[in-house]
């Protein structure tokens, strides 16, 4: 494969909208039945397929309310399943078999970040030991974490977000008690959520026995972690420094340099055959045998943010997921604010009492205090620590509308806007 292409900087505006008043009715969460404990996927989606988010959402096939005005979908998608959503009403503007469950590889890593991420703080350290690593499987995707050494919750994150690092999740998921008690809280998580296709059977996306998601949930997943300020900045992260191994120089003086890593979102770092998506700011890509290419994307273009998620395109064309997911885009950006949705997507099942109680969140941040102060403060945009650049940091709320979002909350029956202003500069 062809070595992504040193990218520039790039600007991202995530901009955030004035909350709408016009009550929206949330519809009953009907879930789809339990998953096959087999890892393949039947060559055609099933005729009975969940119905949360709507009724069309159920129903096989793409799904798309066409009228004058509208643009034609793209012809050549050849994905299994995909959704394109507004990030911030949470509309469904068109999909294809979008409750289908599929192994969904990496992209699983979204609902171990938005899970485990609030719960360490990023400056808090972990002196790596081998029982750590133990049980990475075979053939997993590395950041390249070395035993004996120690390294922040932040460098861990980057390397979760960045390399895909199954070493990075294994080191985080013992150091929240266990893989077992990891992906406990993760199918919690996702009940929660109403994510009601997906069931995780490791916290990686690894090939497993009865793991699944679908898009939809993909994207209702990558919804709430783009809640999570540090979420935003990890998954919007181009390059980053990551700590090497310890070793003596030549006046025998312990001594650890750094080495560079570089995000495998293609759309997000660019590659041979993939230009870099204007507007893009994340989220999650993932490959495996059995999955085949999976991806979460989210961008935003003249006001608007949407999120595009895309499962096992049949076409074997390089970088496939990440054509077919940025026509997607394209098309939405097109046809947003022309195309009547076919469905929505979801609230929590807490949605109606955390919006109730202003504070009942944290704040987004990793380890946040859960004041929920994080989302109404503002700050000057900057790299993060750890050298990482190109990354979507939160600089302010435009205009003071997002106070009512302090807490990080989902509003039921209203408009979701995305916390707070995003931006990702360019370098040169």
Not at 15 to 25: I, M
Not at 175 to 193: D, F, P, Q, R, Y
Request: charged content about 20%; proline content about 6%.
């Amino acid at each position: 494969m062809p070595a992504p292409k040193k990218t520039a900087r790039r600007s991202l505006l995530v901009t955030s909208a004035v909350l709408s008043s016009l009550a929206l009715t949330a519809p009953v969460s009907h879930a789809a039945p339990e998953p096959s404990p087999s890892t393949s996927p039947s060559a055609t989606p099933p005729a009975n397929m969940s119905t949360v988010g709507g009724e069309r959402l159920g129903q096989p096939g793409t799904q798309v309310n066409l009228a004058s005005g509208v643009p034609v979908l793209p012809k050549d998608l050849t994905a299994r399943s995909w959704v394109v959503a507004d990030a911030e009403s949470g509309e469904v503007l068109a999909a294809h078999n979008a409750h289908w469950r599929l192994a969904p590889a990496s992209t699983m890593k979204m609902l171990f970040a938005d899970t485990v991420l609030p719960k360490f703080p990023k400056t808090m350290e972990h002196k790596v030991v081998p029982s750590d690593l133990a049980d990475v499987g075979s053939g997993s995707s590395m950041v390249g974490i070395k035993e004996g050494e120690t390294y922040t919750v932040h460098d861990l994150w980057l390397g979760v977000f960045l390399r895909s690092g199954n070493d990075a999740v294994h080191v985080l998921s013992k150091m929240n008690k266990g893989i077992k008690n990891t992906v406990k809280e993760m199918n919690e998580h996702a009940e929660e959520l109403q994510a009601l296709d997906t069931h995780a059977m490791s916290p990686d996306g690894y090939d497993e026995p009865g793991q699944v998601s679908s898009a939809y949930d993909l994207t209702l997943i990558a919804r709430s972690g783009l809640q999570k300020k540090d979420f935003r900045e990890y998954c919007s992260t181009v390059t980053a420094k990551f700590p090497g191994e310890t070793k003596k120089n030549k006046k025998g003086k312990s001594v650890r340099e750094t080495f560079e890593i570089q995000n495998t979102n293609r759309l997000l770092a660019g590659d041979s055959d993939v230009p870099v998506y204007q507007g893009i700011a994340g989220v999650k890509n993932g490959n495996t045998t059995n999955a085949g290419a999976t991806f979460t994307g989210v961008a935003e273009r003249d006001g608007k943010v949407l999120l595009v998620t895309v499962m096992n395109p049949e076409k074997s064309e390089h970088n496939e997921v990440y054509k077919e997911t940025a026509r997607l885009f394209d098309w939405g950006f097109k046809a947003a604010g022309k195309v009547q949705p076919v469905g929505e997507l979801v609230p929590p099942k807490s949605a109606a009492q955390a919006s109730a109680q202003p504070g009942a969140n944290d704040s987004g941040e990793a380890g946040g205090t859960g004041d929920g102060q994080g989302a109404s403060k503002s700050a000057v945009g900057a790299s993060a620590a750890g050298g990482s650049t190109g990354i979507g940091v939160a600089i302010g709320i435009a205009g003071g509308v997002l106070v009512l979002l302090a807490a990080g909350a989902f509003l039921i029956n209203r408009r979701w806007p995305l916390p707070d202003l995003v931006r990702r500069r360019g370098r040169s």
